[in-house]
T-cell receptor, first 111, second 112 residues
């Protein structure tokens, strides 16, 4: 599962800095959102999720913020490490058993 | 616990042919979803199966079909292949009632 992303926006961050990756979702009725990380040669990996009745959720080194007013999600990664280099996708629950994925952002961590 | 496995990992076909891809979910997972990933369109939902029944499908032509077996293993088939079908096909499984999907490594299909 290579990362497919020849046309992806890229965020370059210095190692140790915080990263913020943004995502706009399409359906105001979506009630559940997920952030995925896809490393080269692998399928997407679940990072963190959030339900629409929340506006913030924290995990280990990651925080997801949800702004339903403007249909916007962000993923914050604290103290970015080289192992965080990957493509990040947001996904929204677009109906029963169906998810719509964002186009993705490539995160590059600079040493 | 073994993860989601997909076979084959790489496949080359010519236009007009058909192809069948296989996905074995994590043991105990009964929901299997399929996605197509391309540089231009990103990750797009194809269909989802649970207990051998298709519960939802995306906006793909009828050339794309799938099925699920009683052991939860799933296959997807693409008939009359077109150049635009070249993509990474990803399978994801989840436990009944869970939103967390576990993805396999994908099958890279190239149509010449």
């Amino acid at each position: 599962g290579e990362s497919v992303g020849l046309h992806l926006p890229t965020l370059s961050v210095q190692e140790g800095d915080n990263s913020i990756i943004n995502c706009a979702y399409s359906n105001s009725a979506s009630d559940y959102f997920i952030w995925y990380k896809q490393e080269s040669g692998k399928g997407p990996q679940f990072i963190i999720d959030i339900r629409s009745n929340m506006d913030k959720r924290q995990g280990q080194r990651v925080t997801v913020l949800l702004n339903k007013t403007v249909k916007h999600l962000s993923l914050q990664i604290a103290a970015t490490q080289p192992g965080d280099s990957a493509v990040y996708f947001c996904a929204e629950n677009a109906g029963t058993y169906k998810y719509i994925f964002g186009t993705g952002t490539r995160l590059k961590v600079l040493a | 616990k073994a993860g989601v496995t997909q076979t084959p990992r790489y496949l080359i076909k010519t236009r007009g042919q058909q192809v069948t891809l296989s996905c074995s979910p994590i043991s105990g997972h009964r929901s299997v979803s399929w996605y197509q990933q391309t540089p231009g369109q990103g990750l797009q939902f194809l269909f989802e199966y649970f207990s051998e029944t298709q519960r939802n499908k995306g906006n793909f032509p009828g050339r794309f079909s799938g099925r699920q077996f009683s052991n939860s293993r799933s296959e997807m088939n693409v008939s009359t292949l077109e150049l635009g079908d070249s993509a990474l096909y990803l399978c994801a499984s989840s436990l009944s009632g869970s939103n967390e999907q576990f993805f396999g490594p994908g099958t890279r299909l190239t149509v010449l």
